[in-house]
């Protein structure tokens, strides 16, 4: 059996303890629901809460498969802390703004005209509230998702069309709600897991859609998660996964079922003590246990694409 595969299957003498499942998923889904707060802003509606029971209900499947539940509890867990965005508040943008003419003050506009630095953020504060009106704030890492601009307000460095870096591109700056992404990309990694246990993962899709049907709070349709499944077939990125006994990554969603499997053998393991100090550790500071799926680059990307 492959060094890959060994990290799927269940830690040895816990299968079946419905117990500790029900601990792990009530832990989990506690965690989740105050993730899933901090990325609502009024007039914005988030992704509705998940029961214990739920996740519960799908870690047990997920063992009954033969996948790890702390990797699938793991996977769910990084996808919902990670893919949470939203629109940069009026407030937000007038406090750069407000930055901004500070910095100026300082500068040598100070010794020159000392008004000057106040004419010129109120000559832009229109256009900036255009257009960082549409810009996405990615919660998780603090950051906005946005292409890097000259002045002139063309992107600088964009990749060619020919090129195989072309994925590696960034979301479009226009109104409308962000995709809600965690279940989608939670599903999609917990298939691909499942999918290499070989003859066993004959019901890999089936397990993937139920896992989004349960973060989403609805039933997500075959033809759905098909298709979502083809937007990450573009080219994987130009970085490392962190697994040297895998081959190269194929397309974007091998390269993410890869990293998730490192950033789970390095960060949890796959035993009841490692999980305990995982959950304590993830609640004060989350980036630092999921920093090794945290590319802001490759979370630009995936927000760039038609998810609708």
């Given at each position: 059996m492959s060094p890959h595969r060994d990290r799927l299957r269940n830690p040895p003498k816990q299968g079946g303890n419905a117990y500790l499942l029900g601990l792990i998923a009530s832990q989990a889904a506690q965690q989740i629901g105050a993730w899933r707060k901090e990325a609502v802003t009024e007039g914005e509606a988030g992704l509705p809460e998940i029961g214990a029971p739920e996740l519960h209900k799908t870690l047990v499947r997920a063992e009954s498969f033969g996948l790890d539940p702390y990797l699938v509890a793991f996977v769910i867990m990084g996808a919902e802390w990670l893919f949470r965005a939203r629109r940069l508040t009026r407030e937000e943008i007038e406090t750069k703004l407000d930055e901004l003419e500070q910095r100026l003050r300082q500068s040598v506009l100070a010794d020159w005209e000392p008004e000057l630095a106040s004419l010129l953020v109120g000559g832009i504060a229109g256009s900036a509230f255009k257009a960082l009106d549409r810009v996405?704030?990615?919660?998780?890492?603090g950051t906005w998702a946005t292409p890097e601009y000259t002045w002139r307000g063309s992107p600088r460095a964009r990749p060619d069309r020919a090129s195989p870096a072309r994925a590696l591109i960034y979301p479009r700056t226009r109104r409308g709600a962000i995709p809600r992404l965690s279940p989608t990309i939670a599903g999609i990694i917990v298939e691909g897991l499942a999918e290499r246990l070989g003859p066993r993962g004959s019901g890999a899709q089936a397990l993937g859609m139920h896992i989004a049907s349960v973060l989403r709070k609805r039933k997500v349709q075959n033809g759905e998660f098909v298709q979502a499944r083809?937007?990450?077939?573009?080219?994987?990125?130009?970085?490392?996964?962190g697994c040297a006994d895998e081959p190269e990554p194929k397309d974007l969603r091998e390269w993410l079922i890869q990293r998730w499997i490192r950033a789970h053998s390095f960060t949890v393991g796959g035993s009841e003590d490692s999980w305990r100090v995982f959950l304590s550790a993830v609640t004060d500071a989350p980036r630092r246990e999921f920093w090794q799926i945290s590319d802001p680059h490759v979370l630009a990307t995936l927000y760039s694409l038609p998810w609708r």
């Open positions: 996405v704030y990615v919660v998780s890492l083809k937007r990450l077939s573009i080219a994987a990125p130009d970085l490392p996964t």
